[in-house]
């Protein structure tokens, strides 16, 4: 594997890998010595084409523990900002040596145009594009769900997730249903017609328009960000219908089944999609999943740039 | 003029057998003859179709404005490769053609390249805004004599305005070409809109917003009992309403670019730009019910909407990327793939879907006529079951965005006359 630009590039068993060296990764960083000598001497490149900290910092975070140079390459006052082509900036970025690109970008697509322009001869990897995918946060989700709900499996045969929210603009939705159906999960994706594309019906996923109906029949509950463009586009009426009928708040945490989980790829808006007493509950895995997306993404680098070298810790 | 052809050996569409002499650029004899006339350049035509040449109502020659490009020229011979003898010049250009000294430029570019005729076509508003009437009437009246009027890239959405220009031009027999995009429905919008671009995350393009312009448009040219053409169809539900409008006798013609006969929208998910066309590609029940539309004559001809554009803006994020594909030099084989060797169409079936009826919407007087003895002599000759592979890279366009690089297509022009000069020669 040389690039990561879709969950659709993974199968089963190479997901799988990635989850258990991710496992390995964080054992690891839980002893004394955190940083790994494993990636010395190799430039990893973030192109963050837009802006997202979280994102930015975890793959940062997880590259300087593989021992790996980190370029920050961010939008406000790059050259990509002012008109540069990605074919010009993937060239640069070549000349400069670089092994890996990680890239965040607004278009759909930006991953694969940058990969396959064959322009530079490194690794790509898809921190999210447009509204077209989000691997690693799937993965990151799969990694937590697996930890805390698998049932005595490897995979995640038997459970039942729910993606709640904004299903039509989520990156985060369309690598989940993929990544979570291919490990045996249930996905149902719950939002107003409105928030669900047309096609939907094609993806490996039931949809309900019924947030109550399906609450108390999950193992995880993965509530998306609502972006407040969202009410001006008339896609909902209102913030407070969106919170009222979608929203996660307490008496919806209440009728969730025993040790069923409560996950958000953040940044959360309090109040809109998730209420704070069901952000900071028992249930909430969200801080967790901060710190799983540093293992997810060692996971990926080291197996995109170290390949088949033994793992030695 | 004054040179003298010799076409030998040929088919018509009809089926028959013909050798035809050409001179001082009119047909002067098509019976079958022992050997070339005295000082005849002789093309051997054997195991080809002759075909009336082809005329294209759809055409982005770019110039002037962007060059770079496309130039009136390499235009023109990009057409004369494809099998054409004439194309129509679309209006949005910079500056637009919305008055008539734009057209008489380029009318003019296209009689100084002498390689085919160039129509120009008018803008139906100024500056292709959609707000006001361009200067229909003396595009109408110069010496390009414009009949075709079109805001194509843009919809005339504005349903009083789309009245009045389908009103305005009935004066002189014109007729609107519409580019039927409902605006509200497609803001940003990138690809079809289905379960692939549910997938790719890119932003849909109804089938409806389409479709919808189409039924408005049709019902205002049956009231206002005017000449509505519409540009590119591309659903199956655009063919319906337009078989309905037939039915009804109302006075609406139709195209459909060779693209739309061919590709669908799982192409975008190579995310690579060079399918980003507008209107996008569709499902494969689209293609299907396209086919059977223009089989039928519900779409009245093949438009090829040639649109070139530079590298760098097809060489980039597909949202970034400009819309629009090549389409002349290819078209013919695309048709001969889609229609003629599928069964759905013939060859007489071609000569009116791609040179007598849009030489007919047009009011292209010179064009489009069957070959006979008298006639001047725009022919097309196709060796319909040679095979040519497609290459960007050789096209005659100054652009090299054409979807079908690396196909092999069925299907070489081998010679397109123009006026009774040799204007493309094939094959060799």
Same mark, same amino acid.
């Given at each position: 594997?040389?690039?990561?630009?879709?969950?659709?590039?993974?199968? %089963?068993?190479?997901?799988?890998?990635?989850?258990?060296?991710?496992?390995?990764?964080?054992?690891?960083?839980?002893?004394?010595?955190?940083?790994?000598? *494993?990636?010395?001497?190799?430039?990893?490149?973030?192109?963050?084409? $837009?802006?997202?900290?979280?994102?930015?910092?975890?793959?940062?975070?997880?590259?300087?523990?593989?021992?790996?140079?980190?370029?920050?390459?961010?939008? %406000?006052?790059?050259?990509?900002? %002012?008109?540069?082509?990605?074919?010009?900036?993937?060239?640069?970025?070549?000349?400069?040596?670089?092994?890996?690109?990680?890239?965040?970008?607004?278009?759909?697509?930006?991953?694969?145009?940058?990969?396959?322009?064959?322009? &530079?001869?490194?690794?790509?990897?898809?921190?999210?594009?447009?509204?077209?995918?989000?691997?690693?946060?799937?993965?990151?989700?799969?990694? *937590?769900?697996?930890?805390?709900?698998?049932?005595?499996?490897?995979?995640?045969?038997?459970?039942?997730?729910?993606?709640?929210?904004?299903?039509?603009?989520?990156?985060?939705? @369309?690598?989940?249903?993929?990544?979570? *159906? &291919?490990?045996?999960? %249930?996905?149902?994706?719950?939002?107003?017609?409105?928030?669900?594309?047309?096609?939907?019906?094609?993806?490996?996923? $039931?949809?309900?328009?019924?947030?109550?109906?399906?609450?108390?029949?999950?193992?995880?509950?993965? &509530?998306? @960000?609502?972006?407040?463009? @969202? &009410?001006?586009?008339?896609?909902?009426?209102?913030? @407070?219908?969106?919170?009222?009928?979608?929203?996660?708040?307490?008496?919806?945490?209440? *009728?969730?089944?025993?040790?069923?989980?409560?996950?958000?790829?953040?940044?959360?808006?309090?109040?809109?999609?998730?209420?704070?007493?069901?952000?900071?509950?028992?249930?909430?895995?969200?801080?967790?999943?901060?710190?799983?997306?540093?293992?997810?993404?060692?996971?990926?680098?080291?197996?995109?740039?170290?390949?088949?070298?033994?793992?030695?810790? | 003029?004054?040179?003298?052809?010799?076409?030998?050996? !040929?088919?018509?569409?009809?089926?028959?057998?013909?050798?035809?002499?050409?001179?001082? !650029?009119?047909?002067?004899?098509?019976?079958?003859?022992?050997? =070339?006339?005295?000082?005849?350049?002789?093309?051997? /035509?054997?195991?080809?179709?002759?075909?009336?040449?082809?005329?294209?109502?759809?055409?982005? #020659?770019?110039?002037?404005?962007?060059?770079?490009?496309?130039?009136?020229?390499?235009?023109? #011979?990009?057409?004369?490769?494809?099998?054409?003898? =004439?194309?129509?010049?679309?209006?949005?250009?910079?500056?637009?053609?919305?008055? =008539?000294?734009?057209?008489?430029?380029?009318?003019?570019?296209?009689?100084?390249?002498?390689?085919?005729?160039?129509?120009?076509?008018?803008?139906?508003?100024?500056?292709?805004?959609?707000?006001?009437? /361009?200067?229909?009437?003396?595009?109408?009246?110069?010496?390009?004599?414009?009949?075709?009027?079109?805001?194509?890239?843009?919809?005339?959405?504005?349903?009083?305005?789309?009245?009045?220009?389908?009103?305005?031009?009935?004066?002189?027999?014109?007729?609107?070409?519409?580019?039927?995009?409902?605006?509200?429905?497609?803001?940003?919008?990138?690809?079809?809109?289905?379960?692939?671009?549910?997938?790719?995350?890119?932003?849909?393009?109804?089938?409806? /917003?389409?479709?919808?312009?189409?039924?408005?448009?049709?019902?205002?040219?049956?009231?206002?009992?005017?000449?509505?053409?519409?540009?590119?169809?591309?659903?199956? !539900?655009?063919?319906?309403?337009?078989?309905?409008?037939?039915?009804?006798?109302?006075?609406? +013609?139709?195209?459909?670019?060779?693209?739309?006969?061919?590709? +669908?929208?799982?192409?975008?998910?190579?995310?690579?730009?060079?399918?980003?066309?507008?209107?996008?590609?569709?499902?494969?029940?689209?293609?299907?019910?396209?086919?059977?539309? #223009?089989?039928?004559?519900?779409?009245?001809?093949?438009?090829?909407?040639?649109?070139?554009?530079?590298?760098?803006?097809?060489?980039?994020?597909?949202?970034?990327?400009?819309?629009?594909?090549?389409?002349?030099?290819?078209?013919?084989?695309?048709?001969?793939?889609?229609?003629?060797?599928?069964?759905?169409?013939?060859?007489?079936?071609?000569?009116?879907?791609?040179?007598?009826?849009?030489?007919?919407?047009?009011?292209?007087?010179?064009?489009?006529?069957? #070959?006979?003895?008298?006639?001047?002599?725009?022919?097309?000759?196709?060796?319909?079951?040679?095979?040519?592979?497609?290459?960007?890279?050789?096209?005659?366009?100054?652009?090299?965005?054409?979807?079908?690089?690396?196909?092999?297509?069925?299907?070489?022009?081998?010679?397109?006359?123009?006026?009774?000069?040799?204007?493309?020669?094939?094959?060799?």
């Amino acid at each position: 594997m040389r690039h990561l630009l879709s969950i659709n590039d993974l199968t %089963k068993s190479d997901a799988l890998s990635i989850l258990n060296t991710a496992e390995t990764l964080a054992r690891a960083s839980d002893g004394p010595m955190k940083k790994l000598p *494993t990636l010395r001497g190799r430039t990893i490149v973030n192109l963050f084409a $837009e802006d997202s900290t979280r994102t930015r910092i975890s793959f940062e975070a997880a590259a300087k523990r593989l021992s790996a140079d980190v370029i920050n390459f961010s939008a %406000k006052g790059s050259s990509l900002s %002012k008109g540069e082509s990605l074919k010009d900036t993937a060239q640069t970025l070549q000349a400069m040596g670089a092994d890996a690109v990680i890239i965040r970008h607004n278009a759909s697509g930006a991953a694969h145009t940058l990969a396959k322009g064959e322009w &530079m001869s490194g690794s790509v990897i898809n921190a999210g594009d447009g509204t077209h995918e989000h691997p690693s946060q799937a993965l990151l989700d799969a990694f *937590t769900i697996r930890k805390h709900c698998a049932r005595g499996n490897e995979d995640l045969t038997g459970l039942r997730v729910a993606i709640v929210g904004d299903i039509l603009h989520s990156r985060v939705a @369309r690598s989940n249903v993929v990544l979570l *159906t &291919m490990l045996g999960a %249930k996905v149902v994706l719950v939002a107003p017609p409105t928030l669900l594309p047309i096609g939907v019906q094609s993806w490996p996923a $039931e949809v309900s328009y019924d947030f109550d109906s399906i609450i108390g029949e999950v193992d995880a509950v993965i &509530m998306l @960000r609502m972006q407040i463009e @969202r &009410m001006t586009e008339m896609f909902i009426p209102n913030a @407070r219908e969106y919170s009222r009928f979608f929203g996660l708040d307490k008496d919806r945490l209440a *009728t969730m089944r025993a040790n069923a989980i409560v996950m958000h790829p953040g940044p959360m808006n309090r109040g809109l999609e998730i209420s704070a007493e069901s952000a900071d509950s028992a249930r909430s895995v969200i801080v967790e999943q901060v710190k799983n997306g540093v293992s997810v993404r060692m996971a990926i680098l080291y197996l995109l740039l170290a390949g088949t070298q033994e793992l030695e810790i | 003029m004054g040179e003298k052809l010799f076409i030998k050996n !040929g088919t018509l569409a009809n089926g028959s057998q013909a050798d035809i002499s050409i001179s001082d !650029g009119v047909i002067t004899s098509m019976n079958t003859m022992p050997s =070339a006339p005295e000082g005849a350049r002789v093309i051997d /035509a054997k195991e080809c179709i002759v075909l009336p040449g082809l005329v294209d109502l759809h055409t982005h #020659l770019r110039e002037p404005g962007k060059e770079s490009a496309e130039t009136v020229l390499s235009g023109s #011979l990009a057409a004369a490769k494809g099998g054409y003898v =004439a194309v129509s010049a679309m209006a949005n250009t910079t500056p637009v053609a919305d008055n =008539a000294s734009v057209v008489e430029h380029v009318y003019r570019l296209g009689q100084n390249a002498g390689i085919v005729d160039v129509f120009p076509v008018g803008a139906v508003t100024q500056g292709l805004a959609g707000e006001n009437l /361009a200067d229909i009437g003396a595009m109408a009246n110069s010496d390009a004599r414009v009949r075709v009027f079109s805001d194509d890239g843009n919809c005339v959405s504005d349903a009083l305005v789309m009245r009045h220009a389908l009103e305005y031009v009935k004066g002189f027999d014109g007729v609107i070409a519409q580019h039927a995009q409902e605006p509200r429905l497609t803001h940003g919008a990138q690809m079809n809109e289905g379960i692939v671009s549910s997938q790719l995350g890119l932003k849909g393009w109804p089938a409806i /917003a389409e479709e919808a312009i189409i039924a408005r448009d049709i019902l205002l040219a049956d009231f206002l009992q005017a000449r509505l053409h519409i540009c590119h169809v591309t659903t199956a !539900g655009g063919v319906e309403i337009i078989r309905w409008a037939k039915a009804r006798g109302i006075s609406v +013609t139709a195209e459909v670019t060779p693209h739309h006969l061919l590709l +669908t929208d799982e192409l975008a998910r190579s995310y690579d730009a060079v399918y980003k066309v507008n209107p996008p590609l569709r499902t494969e029940k689209d293609v299907m019910a396209l086919r059977e539309g #223009l089989a039928e004559g519900i779409i009245d001809i093949v438009a090829t909407d040639h649109a070139p554009h530079a590298t760098e803006t097809k060489e980039c994020e597909w949202q970034q990327a400009s819309f629009g594909m090549l389409g002349l030099e290819t078209a013919l084989s695309i048709v001969n793939q889609t229609m003629v060797q599928t069964g759905l169409m013939n060859w007489e079936l071609v000569a009116a879907r791609m040179s007598s009826a849009p030489a007919k919407i047009g009011r292209y007087e010179s064009h489009g006529h069957e #070959l006979a003895v008298g006639a001047k002599a725009h022919i097309t000759v196709i060796n319909p079951t040679a095979t040519h592979r497609v290459d960007r890279d050789l096209v005659l366009s100054r652009s090299r965005n054409t979807p079908f690089h690396g196909l092999e297509l069925p299907g070489v022009v081998m010679a397109t006359v123009f006026g009774g000069r040799l204007t493309y020669e094939g094959g060799k």
